[in-house]
Every structure is written in C-alpha cells, then in structure tokens.
C-alpha cells in the first residue's frame, strides 16, 4: 500500500500516538477508514497487518524534524 505523509499530516500529528501521528494519519485518508494502528511493531488498518516506516516515525517521535514523504507499506500475515 503506498501512502503519502503531507504537511498538513506533519502539522496535525501528534508524537507518540497510536491513532494520530502523521503516519496514522496518511493512513486513514489512503484506506478510508478510523481503523488504524501505528506503532513500533506494525500498523494496523483493518484487518490488514504492515511492517512500520520506524526511521521517519522514531523521529518524529523524538521531536527532530521529518519531511512530507512517500512510502510503501510491505504487508505481512499477522499471527494475532
């Protein structure tokens, strides 16, 4: 799945949440959907399971400065 982090995404997110940094965010506007979970061992969207991007979320995490971005999001088979 690729997703694509704006500015607005940037402005809007908030560090060390689940549900609203910039990542969730790019995420529920790419699959239409609430339904998302970040974190540092997947994200959630649905039902659908993928590796996380933890470079650009460790940053802006940490409070250092991230850029609008594209990613592609590499599915997995979740064993939860």
Same mark, same amino acid.
């Given at each position: 799945?690729?997703?694509?982090? =704006? #500015?607005?995404?940037?402005?809007?997110? /908030?560090?060390?949440? %689940? =549900?609203?940094?910039?990542?969730?965010?790019?995420? #529920?506007?790419?699959? #239409? =959907?609430?339904?998302?979970?970040?974190?540092?061992?997947?994200?959630?969207?649905?039902?659908?399971?993928?590796?996380?991007?933890?470079?650009?979320?460790?940053?802006?995490?940490?409070?250092?400065?991230? /850029?609008?971005?594209?990613? =592609?999001?590499?599915? %997995?088979?979740?064993?939860?």
């Amino acid at each position: 799945m690729n997703i694509s982090v =704006t #500015k607005n995404d940037i402005a809007n997110g /908030k560090r060390r949440s %689940f =549900t609203r940094c910039p990542i969730a965010l790019a995420c #529920k506007r790419r699959a #239409k =959907t609430d339904g998302v979970d970040v974190n540092f061992q997947e994200i959630r969207i649905g039902d659908r399971f993928f590796y996380p991007v933890e470079e650009f979320m460790s940053d802006f995490d940490s409070g250092r400065p991230v /850029k609008p971005s594209r990613f =592609t999001l590499e599915e %997995f088979l979740s064993d939860h």
